[in-house]
């Protein structure tokens, strides 16, 4: 689904504005924010941008599917190259599953996002990195450190994506919490991002306990009493939160310092339900 709603903005007036997504695309509200998912190849990333720049001089927000989008998702893989001295050289590439020599690099995605926002007049497009593989953080960052350093990501909102938690259904996450955010904090140290992190998942018909509301939150504690100024927005399955009105623990995740975080919701729904989900 390219036409997926979000639900996602700190409270904060303290926030950086590319922090503030609803803001930063002068929207009316959260729902407002039209994402286009799983850009993981150049010709996606080119229509995207294509349709955007077509619409350059028209300022209406609708709910149409075919209007501007706002956020590109995309997902980050590796892939291993090796020289002549047999010294392996690992790249980060766009790619769900399995990354080929062919896929689209990391450094060439971000890059064209950069040069259509440094040209769009109105239609600027966020990023939000879905990493799959944790040997892919680490080259990402240091692809977009570079380009901080060089103010070349001030027009671009940046949401750093993986699930390191483990939720309903899900398999055993890839990814540890702590060592995310702390990769993430000391490679790109001024750059104010917003993290999704997020739990892995599988099926429709369950519910986040108790006990990954709690993880959620002692998560988060501890990364706020290393480094203050984080922001989260955290991405739970549309599914589960149908299931979870009698239960209410999603509001008990969201009342714990709410300046700080935020729901993003995500999967497929049935049209005729998404006004419960605002």
């Not at 002692?218 to 009105?245: G, H, Q, R, T």
């Amino acid at each position: 689904e390219m036409c997926i709603r979000d639900r996602s903005e700190p409270k904060s007036e303290s926030n950086k504005k590319n922090v503030e997504i609803v803001s930063f695309f002068n929207l009316n509200s959260k729902s407002d924010v039209v994402w286009a998912h799983a850009v993981n190849s150049k010709e996606f990333l080119d229509s995207v941008l294509k349709n955007n720049k077509k619409n350059n001089n028209d300022n209406d927000n609708n709910d149409d599917c075919k209007s501007i989008v706002h956020m590109i998702e995309a997902d980050v893989g590796k892939i291993i190259l090796e020289d002549g001295s047999k010294t392996k050289k690992i790249i980060a590439v766009m790619s769900h599953d399995e990354p080929t020599q062919d896929s689209f690099p990391l450094e060439s995605f971000i890059n064209n996002i950069i040069e259509h926002n440094n040209h769009a007049q109105n239609h600027l497009v966020g990023v939000k990195f879905d990493f799959k593989d944790p040997e892919a953080v680490q080259p990402t960052l240091e692809i977009l450190k570079s380009l901080d350093q060089q103010q070349k990501l001030c027009k671009t909102p940046l949401w750093l994506n993986c699930d390191a938690l483990h939720g309903p259904g899900g398999a055993e996450p890839r990814f540890n919490f702590e060592t995310f955010v702390r990769q993430c904090e000391e490679t790109l140290p001024n750059n104010h991002h917003l993290y999704s992190i997020g739990w892995t998942t599988g099926g429709d018909k369950l519910l986040y306990t108790s006990k990954m509301i709690d993880e959620m939150i002692a998560c988060v504690e501890k990364m706020l009493e290393i480094y203050e100024n984080l922001f989260f927005s955290f991405p739970v399955k549309v599914a589960f939160v149908a299931n979870d009105e009698k239960e209410n623990l999603l509001k008990k995740l969201i009342s714990y310092r709410p300046e700080h975080h935020s729901l993003t919701i995500w999967g497929q729904t049935q049209l005729k339900n998404i006004e419960m989900f605002k």
